[in-house]
């Protein structure tokens, strides 16, 4: 009872979490073996783009009243929300990949669907899929939150020239687009 009312007042209507964020710092700190520190090119770095990203969707839900988690690659906290969202963009050979959603296979796949929906009506690439990846599916930030849905966003492929000068200019957009959708999710 204590636990659950414990969990209640520490929960979150949404975690937003910056891929890379923090790393390599964060890696020793908290024993992260694969200090991944994602995609780049000559059009930026993953590391950088991710933060942008995370802070104007944490500004959109914060300033539509919910309370949000803002979290970077590691942390120590364990969640508790109504959703979570881990925010990437894929690296690849170029122009080989684009956009794509990752989820747990028990959560089902109908958040990502609209998510996928909502995503392809604005991004001019190709979205490559749902889970295309075990590191999609299984991705480690999903064990960090107990949240009902859950969704690992990859908004495009930042080693893809076009998709590249696509997103750069979009990144704060992108966050705003995400933040919308969230709140549409959980009115």
Known sequence: MIAALLAAALAVDVVVQAGHEGRPESCARFHVAA???GASSSA???IAWTPIVADAATATLRAAGLRVAR???DYAEHDVARVAVFLHFDGAPP???GASA???PAQGRAFAARWERAYRAWFPFRFVGENITTNE????????VDAPRKLL???GELTCPAQAAWLRPRLHE?????GRFLIAELR
Do not use: D, H, I, W
């Not at 599916?137 to 960090?144: A, D, L, N, Q, V």
């Not at 992108?174 to 995400?178: A, I, N, Q, W, Y």
């Open 95 to 97: 122009c080989a990949s």
């Open 153 to 155: 966003v990859e908004f």
């Open 102 to 104: 990752g989820f747990p």
């Open 44 to 46: 930026g770095r993953e």
């Open 35 to 37: 200090c991944n520190m």
């Open 71 to 73: 979290r970077p690659a």
């Open 137 to 144: 599916s299984r991705y480690y930030g999903f064990r960090k």
């Open 174 to 178: 992108l966050g705003v687009f995400l």
